[in-house]
């Protein structure tokens, strides 16, 4: 049998094209099962990264028409508000007592092993008078 | 082909055309007896096929269902043929534990043989004798299958891409992890191995 590889393949594919016409009942009910099995699991569109969806769907809202209605732009104001308000606070806010005293200890020409040392406690206290 | 679909003009702004259920439902009975078929010539257990079969499809739909109907073909033979590839590593860690195990219980007459070897046909094959044109359709076509079993698993592999499945060179290459001439090679020694087997049983195509 000397016909050429294209031509053998053409044949021997008819009869297998042939053979999977053949298939018992029992293996196309099991493939059926098997694809429906497989389709259950189909979603419109694949969950992409959570991160990515978020950022899309933001960008998508602030780009939309209706975005910049009136109760958005004073929501957003509010927000933006608040959040100068918590900065300003923040800065001006009595500042903590303890770093000040930390810092006062630290800097200070008297050495912070003073304070361990009793008898300087006793001469703090005999000082005043 | 599955990919004729909706028209790009009736889908939604965005632009790559994703395979809907109904499209990848229609992929899935077109290809699914030739699937079962391929896994059945490598792993020559129809269970065993089936599973494949089954997880090959589950793997499309669950992480490649987005591409455009038109890739589907490619994407699923790759899937397949690496469930395939999945199932003999399995078999070769089980046969790695089980074979020194049960060459203690006996000889073991089959050993571990060049697959070429296989291709010999016992002369005294009860199909020996001519005239192939009595057999059934049904009966050449039984030992059609049996010598593509009998085929080196990369050589049935590139046989039934490139002619089967009618994939070029190029795309069969890549599905296998080889060279273009590899593919060609491997179709070209499987071609000829069959040849002589089914000559060999007195089968003329």
């Given amino acids: 049998m000397n016909l050429p590889e294209h031509e053998l393949a053409r044949k021997l594919v008819q009869h297998l094209d042939q053979g999977v016409d053949r298939l018992g009942p029992g293996v196309r009910e099991r493939l059926v099962t098997a694809r429906n099995a497989a389709l259950s699991k189909y979603r419109e569109q694949p969950a992409p990264v959570l991160g990515l969806a978020w950022a899309g769907q933001a960008a998508a809202r602030i780009t939309e028409p209706g975005f910049y209605d009136a109760r958005n732009l004073i929501a957003v104001a509010a927000l933006v508000l608040a959040l100068v308000g918590v900065g300003y606070w923040q800065i001006s806010a009595p500042g903590n007592d303890v770093a000040d005293i930390d810092t006062n200890l630290l800097t200070d020409e008297l050495p912070v092993s003073a304070y361990l040392d009793k008898g300087f406690d006793s001469w703090l206290k005999r000082s005043p008078r | ?205």
């Avoid at chain 2, 009998?150 to 080889?178: H, S």
Wanted: glycine share 4%; charged share 25%; aromatic share 6%.
């Fill in chain 2, 1 to 205: 082909m599955p990919c004729g679909g909706q028209p790009a003009a009736t889908r939604t702004k965005k632009a790559s055309p994703l395979a809907t259920q109904k499209e990848l439902s229609d992929f899935f009975i077109e290809v699914e007896r030739r699937a079962y078929k391929q896994a059945l010539y490598a792993v020559r257990d129809d269970h065993q096929a089936l599973d494949i079969v089954q997880d090959a499809m589950l793997k499309l739909t669950e992480k490649y269902a987005s591409r455009p109907p038109a890739e589907l073909p490619l994407v699923f033979q790759r899937i397949l043929q690496n469930t395939i590839r999945d199932f003999y590593r399995r078999q070769k860690v089980r046969a790695l534990w089980t074979t020194p195990i049960s060459s203690l219980f006996g000889p073991d007459a089959e050993g571990d043989s060049d697959p070429l070897e296989t291709l010999e046909v016992q002369d005294d094959s009860k199909f020996s004798e001519p005239p192939a044109e009595q057999l059934e359709r049904s009966q050449v076509l039984a030992l059609i299958e049996k010598a593509l079993q009998q085929l080196p698993a990369r050589q049935r592999q590139a046989f039934l891409l490139r002619y089967w499945e009618e994939l070029d060179v190029a795309a069969a290459a890549k599905i296998m992890g080889c060279s273009e001439g590899s593919v060609k090679t491997h179709c070209s020694r499987a071609a000829h191995a069959l040849a002589t087997i089914l000559e060999k049983q007195g089968i003329k195509l």
